[in-house]
C-alpha cells in the first residue's frame, strides 16, 4: 500500500457547485436499497424477496420487453449484414436505410453533425409537424442525448449588474433543473403547483413568485413540465395560454420539458404542445423563444440506455443560435445509436407496413400497463388512511399525499429526519419499496408527500400489497 | 411570417464563456468545404470530383469498414433474438450475454449505474492490469461517452484567492482542453512542446511556463496527451518520470490523455502509462492523483458514433470521489451502446476463440493503413520544398511546417489572414482538401503548420498527389 499522500483536490478546494450537487432519487435510501438488495442475495432473511425501486422512470429495467421493431432496425444499422437476412422486415430495413445513408462513409461508427443526422432531423420536423398541424423548420431541431436542457441553459450568463439569472421551476420539481441551475451558478426560482387543483399551473403564483425573485435575481428562463414530473398533470390549453401571456410579459425564455407527450391516461386529456399553443396565439406571442425538449427515455418506447432524444428551438436569435450550434460541436455527436432510436421515434411502421400490427400491440401493451397502474395505484393510495393522490393525467409518476399521526411528526423530529423521509425509511426496511420522499423534491410547507415511478402492472400489484401492508401498520404503530 | 420579436437572449447577455467557444477544426473553412460539396454535387466543375476532410479522425467516415466482432456483439445486444442464429459466432454470444446479464431487467434499453455497468467497469480493470502489469481496481474506473475530461475538469474550483485556478495544456493544442477550461471558467496555460526534438516535453519548458502563470493563476492541472494529438509524438519513460516528478513538485493533479495508446507505428517505441511508471517509481509519486481516459473512438476500432470510452481515477481523495461519483448521476448514465463497445475494446477475440483470426486480419489491416498513411506522408512532406514534418510515432495526425516565401506572407497579411490560413484556404479551394490551419492550435511565434489526420491509405494516396500539385503551384505562385 502506497503511503498516504497529501491529496491536492480536496473537499475544501473543489467547485462547490458541483459539491452541493445532490440528486434526491440517488441519495441515501438508493444505497440502504442497494444493501438490503445484498444482504438478501447473501440469504439473510427480509420480510420481502426483492427490492422494488421505482425511483427512476425506467420501464425496461422492470422487465418490460421492447418495441421489436425499434430494435430490428437499430441492430440492422449496427449490423448492415442483416439487410440480407429475410427475418427482418422491409419496413425495418427502410428505416436502416435512411439511417445509413445519412452517416458519413455510411456506417454509424463514424461522427455525424454535432445536431443530429439530417435526415433524422427532416423527420422530426414531420413529426412534430403532423402533432401540431404547424410546419417545422428541420434546421431548428438538434438531436441530442440527455445533455440537451444543459446545453440550452448555459447560455444563459450567469449575472448581470451584479444580480444572478433567475430560473423558474416547478415544485414539487424534477431535480435535473435545480441541479443544472446550481452547476450553472444560476439561481433557482420555485413556483408551487397547485395540488387543489390537480397540480395545476396558477399564474398568480407565477406573478407572486417572480416578485419574490426579483429582489434577489433576473428571472430568464420558465421551465414547464407537461405533462408533470412528479405531479402527473396534463395542462389544459388555456392554462398552457396563460402561462405563455405571463412568460410575455415577464420577458421569459421558455422551456417546455414535454418529453412525456406520449403518456397521457385520461380520456378527456389532450397534449397541447406549447408550440401549437403558442404559434396559434398568433402575434406577439408565436415569435416568443422556445426551446421544446422530447425523449426516447419515456412514451412507450422506453429506451433509456440509448439516450436519444431531440429538442425544437424556435425563434432563437440567428446570432445566437450560430453560437449555440458552435458550443454543441465540442462534444462531437450524440450517440448514433440514440439518434436511430429518435427516426423510429417519430417514423414509426405505418399503416400498411409488415411491422404494423406487431408496433401496435407492443405499443397499446406498454401503454395500458402504464394506464392500468396509473389508475390502480390513484384508486389504491386513496384507500388509504390519510392518504390523497391527485389523478395522473399524464407521465409516469404519482405523488400522493399523507396527513402523518402527530406521533410520527414527532418521532421523525426526534430523529432529525422530516416524515416523509422517517416514511420513506421504513418503507424501504419493512416492505423492501424504494421511493422518493419529497422532502428532497420540494412540497408546501406543512405537507408531506412522496413519490414513486410508474412500474409494469404486475410488478405494481405486488408493489402495492406490499405498500398497504406497510401504511397500515406504520399508521397503527404511531397512532 | 411572424413579426419581428425582440429576443431575450441575445449575444449583449448570453454567457461569455460559451460566446468565445470556437472549435478549430469546426471553424470557417469547414463551411467552405460543405459549401465545395453542395457545388460539386450541383455539378459545378472544379479541379477535383471529392473534397476530402481530414479533419477530425474518423476512419470509418472515410469508408474504413468497422470491425466485424464488435458489430455482431453490438448488434446481439441491442437484438438479443440474435443469439439463437446460428450465423453469429459463439465468443460474441458469449461478450453479448455477459453485457445483457449486466443490465438492469437484462436490457441493455434500462438505464445503468453512473458510472458504467460493473461487469465491464471489472473487465476494463483486468485490462489495464494486464496492460500494465500493475493491479487496477474497478471501482477506479468510470465509462464514459466523450465526457469524461468534462466530468473531471469541472470538479476544480473556478479560483482561490482572487485567482483563478490553472490548467496546463500543450501547445500545438488539442482543443478540447482550451474549450472545456474556458466553458468551466478555468485558466488555460500552454506549453510548447519541443519540435526540435519530435516534439518531447521539456520540463525546462514546464517550468518556464508554470512560472510565468503563476503570476496570473494557480496551477492545478497538468495535461498530458500521449500519444500526442496533434503531434504524434509517443513519450520515453524517462520523458514520462519527469513529468511526474515536475507534477508531483509543482502539487498539479495528471490527466491523462491516452486514447492513442492502441496507435504506435515505430517499432522502437512503446506505449508507457502513467499509471504504469508512477506506480513503478515507488513513493511519493505512486500515490499521486492522476486521470488516464481511453475511447474506442480511436485504435483500431474506430467507433466514434457509439461514443464510448473509460477512465481511470486513481488516488481521488476518497471524500472528493463521493461528490464525483455523485455529480456523474446528474446524466444517469453514458449509453450503453457505447458502454458495450468498451467491452468489445478490453475483451476482443483470444486465441483459440472462433472469431480469432478474423478480428486479428481486421485489426491489423486497420493498423496496418494508418502505419502506412503515417509513413507515406511523412516521406511525402518532407520531400516538398519548404516543409518538414516529424516522424508520427503515434496517434492520427500529421503536423508539418512549412516555411512559406516571404511574398505569401506579405499576401497573407494584406488579406488580415495568417499565412497558414491563407495556404489551407487555397488548399481548399485548389486541391479540394481541407485541413485544420495551425494558428488556431497554437505554435512558436513566426513558424506556420497545419493539422491533417491520417485517413485510409487508399485515400491518402489520392490526398498526397493532389497535396504535392497544389504545394509546388502555391510555391511558385508566391516565390
Same mark, same amino acid.
Given at each position: 500500500?502506497a503511503a498516504e499522500h497529501?491529496?491536492?483536490?480536496?473537499l475544501?478546494?473543489?467547485n462547490?457547485?458541483?459539491?452541493k450537487?445532490q +440528486?434526491?432519487?440517488?441519495?441515501?435510501l438508493?444505497?440502504?436499497a442497494?444493501?438490503?438488495?445484498?444482504?438478501?442475495?447473501?440469504g439473510?432473511?427480509k420480510?420481502?424477496k426483492?427490492?422494488?425501486?421505482?425511483v427512476v422512470?425506467?420501464?425496461?429495467a422492470?422487465g418490460?420487453? =421492447?418495441?421489436?421493431f425499434?430494435r430490428q432496425?437499430?441492430?440492422?444499422?449496427?449490423?448492415?449484414q442483416?439487410l440480407?437476412?429475410?427475418?427482418?422486415?422491409?419496413d425495418a430495413k427502410?428505416r436502416?436505410r435512411?439511417?445509413l445513408n445519412g452517416?458519413?462513409?455510411g456506417?454509424i461508427g463514424?461522427?455525424?453533425?454535432a445536431?443530429?443526422?439530417e435526415?433524422?432531423r427532416?423527420h422530426?420536423?414531420e413529426?412534430?409537424g403532423k402533432r401540431?398541424?404547424?410546419?417545422s423548420n428541420?434546421e431548428?431541431?438538434i438531436l441530442?442525448a440527455g445533455d440537451g436542457i444543459?446545453?440550452l441553459?448555459?447560455l444563459?450568463?450567469?449575472e448581470a449588474n451584479g444580480?444572478?439569472t433567475?430560473?423558474m421551476?416547478?415544485?414539487?420539481?424534477y431535480?435535473? !433543473?435545480s441541479i443544472?441551475?446550481?452547476e450553472y451558478?444560476? +439561481?433557482?426560482?420555485g /413556483?408551487y #403547483?397547485?395540488?387543489?387543483?390537480n397540480w395545476?399551473?396558477?399564474t398568480?403564483? #407565477?406573478?407572486?413568485s417572480i416578485d419574490?425573485a426579483?429582489k434577489?435575481?433576473?428571472?430568464?428562463?420558465?421551465v414547464?413540465?407537461?405533462?408533470g414530473?412528479?405531479?402527473?398533470q396534463v395542462?389544459?390549453r388555456?392554462?398552457i395560454? *396563460?402561462?405563455?401571456k405571463?412568460?410575455?410579459?415577464e420577458?421569459? !425564455?421558455?422551456?417546455?420539458?414535454e418529453?412525456?407527450q406520449?403518456?397521457?391516461y385520461?380520456?378527456?386529456?389532450k397534449?397541447?404542445?406549447?408550440?401549437?399553443v403558442?404559434?396559434e396565439m398568433?402575434e406577439? /406571442?408565436?415569435s416568443m423563444e422556445?426551446?421544446?425538449?422530447?425523449?426516447?427515455?419515456?412514451? /412507450?418506447?422506453?429506451e433509456?440506455g440509448?439516450r436519444g432524444?431531440?429538442?425544437?428551438?424556435?425563434? @432563437?436569435?440567428p446570432?445566437v443560435?450560430?453560437?449555440f450550434?458552435?458550443?454543441?460541436?465540442? @462534444?462531437?455527436?450524440?450517440?448514433t445509436?440514440?439518434?436511430?432510436c429518435?427516426e423510429l421515434?417519430?417514423?414509426?411502421p405505418?399503416?400498411g407496413e =409488415?411491422? /404494423?400490427?406487431?408496433f401496435?400491440?407492443?405499443?397499446k401493451?406498454v401503454l395500458d400497463?402504464?394506464?392500468?397502474g396509473?389508475?390502480l395505484i390513484?384508486?389504491?393510495l386513496n384507500s388509504?388512511?390519510?392518504?390523497?393522490c391527485?389523478?395522473?393525467?399524464g407521465?409516469?409518476?404519482?405523488?400522493?399525499?399523507?396527513r402523518?399521526p402527530?406521533?410520527?411528526? *414527532?418521532?421523525?423530529?426526534?430523529q432529525?429526519?422530516?416524515p416523509d423521509?422517517l !416514511?420513506?425509511?421504513?418503507? #424501504?426496511?419493512?416492505a423492501?419499496?424504494?421511493?422518493v420522499?419529497a422532502?428532497?423534491l420540494g412540497?408546501v410547507?406543512?405537507?408531506?408527500?412522496?413519490r414513486?415511478?410508474?412500474?409494469?402492472?404486475q410488478?405494481m400489484?405486488? @408493489? #402495492?400489497d406490499r405498500? *398497504?401492508?406497510?401504511h397500515?401498520?406504520?399508521?397503527?404503530?404511531?397512532?
Amino acid at each position: 500500500m502506497a503511503a498516504e499522500h497529501q491529496h491536492f483536490l480536496t473537499l475544501d478546494n473543489i467547485n462547490p457547485n458541483v459539491q452541493k450537487i445532490q +440528486h434526491p432519487a440517488r441519495g441515501p435510501l438508493l444505497i440502504i436499497a442497494v444493501e438490503l438488495e445484498k444482504e438478501l442475495k447473501n440469504g439473510v432473511k427480509k420480510p420481502f424477496k426483492e427490492v422494488i425501486k421505482p425511483v427512476v422512470a425506467d420501464f425496461q429495467a422492470m422487465g418490460q420487453p =421492447p418495441i421489436t421493431f425499434v430494435r430490428q432496425v437499430m441492430s440492422i444499422v449496427i449490423y448492415p449484414q442483416l439487410l440480407d437476412d429475410p427475418k427482418f422486415p422491409d419496413d425495418a430495413k427502410e428505416r436502416a436505410r435512411t439511417i445509413l445513408n445519412g452517416c458519413k462513409g455510411g456506417s454509424i461508427g463514424s461522427y455525424t453533425e454535432a445536431s443530429g443526422i439530417e435526415i433524422i432531423r427532416r423527420h422530426v420536423a414531420e413529426f412534430i409537424g403532423k402533432r401540431d398541424g404547424i410546419p417545422s423548420n428541420w434546421e431548428d431541431i438538434i438531436l441530442c442525448a440527455g445533455d440537451g436542457i444543459g446545453k440550452l441553459l448555459k447560455l444563459f450568463s450567469k449575472e448581470a449588474n451584479g444580480k444572478k439569472t433567475g430560473v423558474m421551476i416547478p415544485i414539487p420539481e424534477y431535480p435535473l !433543473y435545480s441541479i443544472l441551475s446550481n452547476e450553472y451558478d444560476l +439561481h433557482q426560482v420555485g /413556483y408551487y #403547483l397547485d395540488e387543489s387543483q390537480n397540480w395545476r399551473i396558477n399564474t398568480e403564483e #407565477l406573478q407572486q413568485s417572480i416578485d419574490e425573485a426579483k429582489k434577489v435575481c433576473i428571472p430568464k428562463v420558465l421551465v414547464i413540465i407537461n405533462p408533470g414530473n412528479p405531479t402527473g398533470q396534463v395542462l389544459t390549453r388555456e392554462n398552457i395560454e *396563460e402561462i405563455i401571456k405571463f412568460a410575455y410579459k415577464e420577458n421569459l !425564455y421558455l422551456l417546455a420539458d414535454e418529453v412525456y407527450q406520449n403518456n397521457i391516461y385520461l380520456e378527456d386529456f389532450k397534449f397541447h404542445s406549447f408550440k401549437k399553443v403558442m404559434t396559434e396565439m398568433g402575434e406577439p /406571442y408565436n415569435s416568443m423563444e422556445l426551446a421544446s425538449f422530447m425523449s426516447c427515455s419515456k412514451g /412507450y418506447i422506453c429506451e433509456c440506455g440509448c439516450r436519444g432524444g431531440f429538442a425544437e428551438i424556435l425563434n @432563437m436569435c440567428p446570432e445566437v443560435k450560430v453560437v449555440f450550434n458552435k458550443s454543441n460541436t465540442v @462534444m462531437l455527436c450524440p450517440p448514433t445509436a440514440g439518434q436511430a432510436c429518435v427516426e423510429l421515434l417519430v417514423r414509426p411502421p405505418e399503416k400498411g407496413e =409488415p411491422s /404494423y400490427e406487431q408496433f401496435i400491440k407492443e405499443k397499446k401493451a406498454v401503454l395500458d400497463s402504464l394506464r392500468e397502474g396509473a389508475h390502480l395505484i390513484v384508486k389504491t393510495l386513496n384507500s388509504f388512511e390519510g392518504v390523497s393522490c391527485n389523478n395522473i393525467q399524464g407521465a409516469m409518476y404519482a405523488f400522493p399525499q399523507i396527513r402523518f399521526p402527530q406521533k410520527a411528526i *414527532e418521532a421523525a423530529k426526534k430523529q432529525h429526519q422530516s416524515p416523509d423521509k422517517l !416514511y420513506a425509511i421504513e418503507m #424501504l426496511e419493512n416492505a423492501g419499496i424504494c421511493v422518493v420522499p419529497a422532502d428532497g423534491l420540494g412540497q408546501v410547507s406543512g405537507t408531506y408527500h412522496f413519490r414513486t415511478t410508474l412500474i409494469p402492472i404486475q410488478k405494481m400489484k405486488i @408493489m #402495492l400489497d406490499r405498500l *398497504e401492508a406497510f401504511h397500515r401498520e406504520f399508521m397503527d404503530r404511531y397512532r
